[in-house]
């Protein structure tokens, strides 16, 4: 419940778009996530999180001409395995979201292209496939880059890359039901997801 209180509060330091915003950009898109890693702190095991695909939403609100305040919403169902050289043995299936909100910076236009960067805050909410095993919400903060190309006014395409953090404390047992799967040991994990959208703009 702390991680959720200290995200609304977040939320609540975000500067509101301002009534005069000229429009919102709503993307849906499919993606490619990659890593996630960690250890288990008694017992030095290491741990990973499958590549798999992603989807998703994001949504930009005008603030000003380059900046925009944005909403990125995503999903992986992915696995959960032991690390290995070659490969892993899987334990169990789970779905990664990411809840996030921020701000999208935009840089200087060459031609159709209008690239950008972007960075959000929010929490990571980790659900194993498995009845016996708690779901997990973490803080998490990612900061990506990518650009948007349009055709008209209303419709166009993004491309974008970002790496998200997910904080773990120290020593931190997760995926607890009775007994604790994993005590983590380390401040977190990283993920990059990779992602293209189609853009439509109101």
Partial sequence: MGNIAAFILALS???AVSSDARAVEVAPFIGHRYGGSFQDANTLSGFELADANSFGLLLDFDTEPDKQ??????????QLTTAGTFTGNPLFNLSIDYYHIGGLYLLPAEGLMHPFVSGTMGVTRMVPKRADLTTENRLSLSLGGGAKFYFSRSVGVR???RAIYTMLNSDTAVFCSGG???MVRGNGFVQMEAGAAL???F
């Fill in 159 to 161: 491309f974008d890359v």
């Fill in 13 to 15: 330091l975000i500067p």
């Fill in 180 to 182: 604790c799967t994993i």
């Fill in 69 to 78: 305040v944005e909403v990125f919403l995503s999903r992986q169902d992915t």
């Fill in 199 to 201: 853009l439509m703009r």
